[in-house]
Nanobody, 125 residues
């Protein structure tokens, strides 16, 4: 199983970016995929997840209404559309997959046993 995140960059406050998480070795529809972010000096923070088998999408309160998760099963790619970006959204963003079932909460990074390499998002004027 491999995940590769891309799409990060520098954007002004109020702008938008779309991150992609290309996956291989798993069937996206049957997989729970999550997005986390980590800013310098801070712990890894849950952003959103898309649970397997139409299990629903969950968002952190800090991004609710601004970020949207979607997936293209045919392309085995997960997306994170980020709108109305703020300076506090600046971080390295990671996608992660629950390859082997875990009882950890979906917001807990320990639930996910396969991670992409991360992509930098910088929101600054």
């Amino acid at each position: 199983v491999q995940l590769q995140a891309s799409g990060g960059g520098l954007v002004q406050p109020g702008g938008s970016l779309r991150l992609s998480c290309a996956t291989s070795g798993l069937t996206l529809h049957f997989s729970t995929i999550a997005w986390f972010r980590q800013a310098p000096g801070r712990e890894r923070e849950f952003v959103a997840c898309n649970r397997a088998n139409f299990g629903g999408i969950k968002y952190a309160d800090s991004v609710k209404g601004r970020f949207t998760v979607s997936r293209d099963d045919a392309e085995n790619t997960e997306y994170l559309q980020m709108n109305s970006l703020k300076a506090e959204d600046t971080a390295v963003y990671y996608c992660a997959a629950e390859v082997h079932y875990s009882t950890y909460d979906y917001m807990d990074p320990r639930k996910y046993d396969q991670w992409g390499q991360g992509t930098q998002v910088t929101v600054s004027s």
